[in-house]
């Protein structure tokens, strides 16, 4: 677990957020929720994890999914689907998920092929099974502060700062990306616990000097490097949403985050790359995936 905030102001190195800790115990308390539904129902949550072609990184994300669900109990389907299928054969597949009692949650993994339209697939899927929360009504409900499926890796976000902060209210939160799965969702959130938010961007103008005002940064451009030492302010919480693949050693890819994260030791804590929030986005979605069945079970009673 998280150390206590007196030992993490004494610690004379910003304190390293674990997020494959805190996505374990996620994982647990899934676990135990997804008992709980098949001592219920005397089945576990169903999740149809669909992917459209080969794309090499979508496979290995899909691939991560997959084995995720097994180690919590959840029954996952999955739906591999040539890279020319037509749009309606995508459709009538999630049609056929939406109406499939022993689905709870519909995964379609992006980017589709450029012939399929990104916003027509995800807006099909039924907003109650959609564990991604892409679907125009679970970013409205977002957006108003009125529950739905959050998006994972900005729920994961969350978490990782609920570990070392206690109350976000009144703080400067600084978000650098402005992404519809990742940026905007974060301000979101942060806005719902009455942090001071300000979005930014690779374009944004004088960015180091938004950033030393910061109390929270949550870095989410896509560039590696990108916030250096001098523009964290001491004392500030850094997640590091970014993970670019670099050329590495001896011809091997390594992972590179949006922050240089050996500059920034004043921090009072910093999410690592790998370990920070990669491991909580796949946790969120098994997290959401129970959601999404409690929230039928409630529906039924
Ligand atoms: N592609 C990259 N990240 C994601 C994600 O979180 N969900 C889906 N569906 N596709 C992705």
């Not at 677990?1 to 007196?6: D, I, K, L, T, Y």
């Not at 500059?263 to 959401?288: D, F, S, Y």
Request: glycine share 10%; aromatic share 2%.
């Amino acid at each position: 677990m998280a150390p206590s905030h007196a030992a993490l102001d004494s610690a004379a190195r910003a304190h390293r957020i674990d997020g494959r800790a805190i996505a374990r115990s996620l994982d647990e308390e899934t676990a135990a929720a997804v008992r709980a539904i098949v001592a219920r129902d005397g089945a576990p949550p169903g999740l149809a994890v669909v992917l459209v072609g080969e794309d090499p990184a979508s496979e290995v994300y899909v691939g991560r999914k997959i084995e995720a669900c097994l180690r919590v109990g959840i029954l996952s389907f999955e739906h591999r689907l040539p890279a020319q299928t037509t749009q309606d054969a995508l459709l009538t597949l999630i049609a056929r998920l939406n109406a499939d009692p022993t689905i709870h949650g519909i995964l379609v993994q992006v980017p589709l092929p450029p012939h399929i339209d990104e916003g027509m697939v995800l807006s099909a899927i039924d907003p109650a099974k959609d564990v991604d929360g892409f679907h125009p009504v679970n970013v409205g409900r977002l957006s108003t502060g009125t529950g739905g499926l959050v998006p994972c890796t900005p729920l994961g976000v969350m978490m990782l700062l609920d570990s070392v902060i206690d109350d976000m209210k009144g703080m400067d939160a600084v978000v650098i990306g402005k992404s519809n799965i990742v940026g905007k969702p974060i301000a979101m959130l942060l806005l719902e616990r009455e942090a001071t938010v300000t979005v930014t961007h690779i374009e944004t103008r004088g960015l180091p000097d938004i950033v030393r005002k910061a109390d929270i940064v949550v870095a989410a451009a896509g560039a590696p490097r990108l916030v250096k030492g001098f523009w964290v302010k001491e004392g500030a919480v850094i997640i590091d949403v970014g993970i670019t693949r670099m050329p590495g050693e001896g011809g091997k890819a390594r992972l590179v985050g949006d922050v240089a994260f050996d500059e920034v030791q004043h921090a009072r804590a910093v999410t690592p790359v790998p370990g920070g929030v990669g491991p909580m986005t796949i946790a969120c979605l098994l997290a959401n995936t129970v959601k999404a069945a409690q929230m039928r079970n409630a529906q039924k009673k």
